[in-house]
């Protein structure tokens, strides 16, 4: 059972468009991460996010942490061929090491 | 290489057969985790370790998945009469310390027939 749902699962937009991916859950976590993935590889990390309210950005991303720490954004802008990949959201508990992931968005950007 | 590996890469098993799926931590890192991932979702916890002590093991869905670390570096995920709800892709991560940022090797996808 996966208490994080992202939305949309499948993304495919043109390139220069901008996203936003969502994650979403009804559990308070004490930090979230989110990842990217590609076919027959492990999850990179992009970003840890740990203080409810905290914008981060990196070049075109920006992610976003709830102030209620429940639920985070990844937002792209100007998207390029290279951002395609599986995202994965994470969030991690308080006093509790393992992660728990969200259902992932598939995104594909087509030049 | 520097990063974390695995083996196999890819396992086909029969029905009933058993198999074992190792990781090959960061050296130095003291955490050591195991991941399922089914096709097309997130990847689902398994079990942690710190150094060769299993500390949380809640996410084994059956007896017939074990798991060890007996030195406290290379780990085995071992499942016993494989069913074909267990293909998945299994990940292994390893980190400084349970807090700090995971590293993922690139898995073992087990297919079951």
């Known amino acids: 059972t996966q208490l994080l749902e992202q939305s949309p699962q499948f993304l495919s937009i043109q390139e220069g468009e901008n996203l936003t991916v969502y994650c979403n859950s009804s559990?308070?976590?004490?930090?979230l991460q989110w990842y990217r993935q590609e076919p027959g590889e492990g999850p990179v990390l992009l970003v840890t996010?740990?203080?409810?309210?905290e914008v981060k950005k990196l070049k075109r991303l920006t992610f976003q942490f709830g102030d209620a720490r429940k639920d985070s954004s990844l937002h792209i802008t100007a998207a390029q061929t290279g951002d395609t990949g599986l995202y994965l959201c994470?969030?991690?508990?308080?006093?509790?090491?393992?992660?728990?992931f969200g259902t992932g968005t598939r995104l594909t950007i087509i030049p | 290489g520097a990063g974390v590996s695995q083996s196999p890469r890819y396992k086909v098993a029969k029905r009933g057969q058993d198999v074992a799926l190792r990781c090959d931590p960061i050296?130095?890192?003291?955490?050591l985790f195991w991941y399922q991932q089914a096709l097309g979702q997130g990847p689902e916890f398994l079990t942690y370790?710190?150094?060769?002590?299993?500390?949380?093991k809640s996410g084994l869905p059956s007896d017939r998945f074990f798991a060890e670390r007996p030195e406290g570096s290379v780990s085995t995920l071992k499942i016993q009469r494989t069913q074909q709800e267990d293909s998945a892709v299994y990940l292994c991560?390893?980190?400084?310390?349970?807090?700090?940022?995971?590293?993922f090797g690139p898995g073992t996808r087990l297919t079951v027939l």
């Open positions: 994470a969030g991690r508990s308080f006093g509790n090491e393992k992660l728990t």
């Open positions: 559990s308070v976590f004490s930090s």
């Open positions: 996010v740990v203080t409810g309210g």
């Open positions: 991560a390893s980190s400084l310390a349970g807090y700090n940022e995971q590293f």
């Open positions: 050296s130095g890192h003291v955490s």
């Open positions: 370790f710190q150094n060769e002590a299993q500390l949380d």
